[in-house]
């Protein structure tokens, strides 16, 4: 500040500037000091003329005249050329001449400091907007990506199922062919049947043939950008095509017949009882063609021979001609 106040009395035409800058408010507390300045300057007057002005001074006086011996001070320095309020004489006639300059007053406020929350990483980003990657709602929806979120659900599916089969033989205190007799007895609509036949079939082929599409990349072909779409849509349509023809595939009563429940001991046994004995049965009637068949053989063998015995012995008895 008190520089700022030199560079006002030396340079005249910068004033309305300074005072702005001494009239701004500081961003510090302190407490508010009265700052009188006073400067005095005593000089000797000669003959009781008063001090000479500075030329183009507007009152003010550019050097003044030693003082006489004895007095105060010295030579004083000059004032500013042009200065505002420069050095004025006494009024009485006497040789002091006395220049009062106030600074303007300097008001200070106190100001509350402002507690900024502390925030996480996380609740800065979100109130920024910016959301956290990976997000399904920042991709773009594409084949790709429908596909593999698929593939992830389709296993997950077909996991909770075996999983569901797997509890259910274990504390359930029915066996599977009860349940399905159980369902078999419920009065459903051949197409509420097929649709759930659908939907249990779709997650099984999906992941077999998104399987396959995915080794098949380890052999490194099917790489380029046109050819994963490509293949990405004939899966799609293999999927729904393989899907459709096992649910409109019909088991006929032969093959359920042979179906059998490996949770169920004594069908078991019983299957594996019948098996033996349709085998046996099977190996006995083999056994028995091949010995008719042997049979057959010999007559055939033995006719041959009598009939070729019987046509030497007529060759013999023919007369000699």
């Given at each position: 500040?008190?520089?700022?106040?030199?560079?006002?009395?030396?340079?005249?035409?910068?004033?309305?500037?300074?005072?702005?800058?001494?009239?701004?408010?500081?961003?510090?507390?302190?407490?508010?000091?009265?700052?009188?300045?006073?400067?005095?300057?005593?000089?000797?007057?000669?003959?009781?003329?008063?001090?000479?002005?500075?030329?183009g001074g507007g009152g003010g006086v550019g050097k003044e005249p030693a003082a006489p011996a004895g007095g105060g001070g010295g030579k004083e320095p000059a004032a500013p050329a042009g200065g505002g309020g420069g050095m004025q004489p006494a009024p009485d006639g006497g040789g002091a001449a006395v220049v009062e300059m106030t600074p303007p007053a300097v008001i200070l406020k106190i100001i509350k400091a402002r507690i900024v929350p502390e925030l996480s990483y996380d609740d800065r980003n979100m109130r920024l907007g910016r959301v956290m990657s990976p997000a399904l709602t920042i991709y773009k929806k594409q084949l790709t990506s429908v596909l593999s979120i698929l593939l992830r659900m389709s296993g997950f599916a077909l996991t909770l199922f075996v999983w569901g089969l797997g509890l259910t033989g274990l504390f359930s205190k029915r066996t599977l062919a009860e349940w399905a007799e159980k369902v078999n007895e419920c009065d459903v609509r051949r197409n509420v049947?097929?649709?759930?036949?659908?939907?249990?079939?779709?997650?099984?082929?999906?992941?077999?043939?998104?399987?396959?599409?995915?080794?098949?990349?380890?052999?490194?072909?099917?790489?380029?950008?046109?050819?994963?779409?490509?293949?990405?849509?004939?899966?799609?349509?293999?999927?729904?095509?393989?899907?459709?023809?096992?649910?409109?595939?019909?088991?006929?009563?032969?093959?359920?017949?042979?179906?059998?429940?490996?949770?169920?001991?004594?069908?078991?046994?019983?299957?594996?009882?019948?098996?033996?004995?349709?085998?046996?049965?099977?190996?006995?009637?083999?056994?028995?063609?091949?010995?008719?068949?042997?049979?057959?053989?010999?007559?055939?063998?033995?006719?041959?021979k009598k009939a070729q015995a019987k046509e030497a012995d007529g060759k013999a008895k023919e007369p000699p001609k």
């Open positions: 500040m008190y520089a700022a106040r030199c560079v006002k009395r030396a340079l005249p035409r910068f004033a309305l500037h300074v005072h702005h800058i001494l009239g701004q408010k500081p961003l510090m507390k302190t407490r508010q000091m009265p700052m009188f300045y006073t400067f005095r300057y005593l000089g000797a007057k000669d003959g009781g003329k008063p001090p000479v002005a500075a030329a049947v097929s649709g759930m036949k659908f939907v249990m079939i779709f997650p099984f082929v999906y992941h077999v043939v998104a399987g396959t599409r995915h080794l098949i990349w380890h052999l490194d072909v099917f790489l380029t950008k046109p050819q994963i779409y490509a293949t990405g849509y004939l899966a799609v349509v293999l999927t729904f095509v393989l899907a459709g023809g096992l649910t409109m595939l019909n088991v006929g009563e032969e093959v359920k017949k042979d179906v059998v429940d490996m949770t169920d001991e004594k069908q078991y046994k019983q299957k594996k009882a019948e098996e033996k004995k349709k085998a046996e049965e099977e190996a006995k009637a083999k056994a028995k063609m091949e010995a008719e068949k042997k049979a057959q053989e010999k007559a055939l063998a033995k006719e041959q």
